[in-house]
């Protein structure tokens, strides 16, 4: 089993589209728990952590269930501009400062 | 805001060459590492450094590949004798070591090895 898997892709929508990004990972010891977006050839960029609880940060919503180790990412009213790779990554702090583990990543491509 | 900064951006080598990849983390942070992206594969760890030392390392870390803190800002990644097969965008990235550890990546150096 993959150690962090994501949906294959890529998702193609229309601008102003709700799209949902599921992600599961392996190691029920994983403590923290993060998506990142990745534009062609460049750097991963942390788009948010995600917590227990839930969190929101405006259209973007990430949920975390433990139990099922399942991560998702909702992007409501998409943009031209939140197309990207979105990365699902988890960090499993087997040492100080821990090391992140990456998913395959989701390709997202919004039309107009 | 600050951020991670890595140079060259680009770096053409020959097999069996020795490179060094240089990164300026930012500074207030505690925590640096490196990660590695072959081209169309995802983003896979190297090493992790903490307190001048290095904290954890992966597999593909070999006795070819080593790390440094020389002079306070600087944190580099050696690799002694290029391979073909070491070709990859290898990242820099930076953490505070706050509650979950969130790491913040330099923009990134294209290494390829000819």
């Known amino acids: 089993r993959k150690e962090v898997e994501q949906d294959p892709g890529p998702f193609n929508v229309p601008e102003g589209a709700t799209v949902a990004f599921n992600c599961t990972y392996s190691?029920?010891?994983?403590?923290?728990f993060f998506w990142y977006r990745q534009d062609c050839r460049k750097e991963p960029k942390l788009l948010m952590s995600?917590?227990?609880s839930g969190n929101e940060d405006g259209r973007f919503t990430a949920q975390l269930n433990r139990a099922s180790q399942y991560i998702s990412l909702l992007i409501r009213d998409s943009k031209l501009s939140d197309s990207a790779t979105y990365l699902c990554v988890v960090n499993a702090f087997y040492n100080q400062g821990g090391k992140l583990i990456f998913g395959q990543g989701t390709e997202l491509s919004v039309k107009p | 805001e600050p951020e991670v900064t890595q140079t060259p951006s680009h770096q053409v080598t020959q097999m069996g060459q020795e490179v060094i990849l240089r990164c300026v983390p930012i500074s207030n942070h505690l925590y640096f590492y490196w990660y590695r992206q072959i081209l169309g594969q995802k983003v896979e760890f190297l090493v992790s450094?903490?307190?001048?030392?290095?904290?954890?390392k992966s597999e593909i870390f070999d006795d070819q590949f080593s790390v440094e803190r020389p002079d306070g800002s600087n944190f580099t990644l050696k690799i002694r004798s290029t391979k073909l097969e070491d070709s990859a965008m290898y990242f820099c990235a930076s953490s505070a070591g706050t509650a979950t550890y969130e790491q913040y990546f330099g923009p990134g150096t294209r290494l390829t090895v000819t």
């Open positions: 995600v917590y227990s």
């Open positions: 450094f903490y307190n001048n030392e290095i904290s954890e």
């Open positions: 190691n029920s010891a994983s403590q923290s």
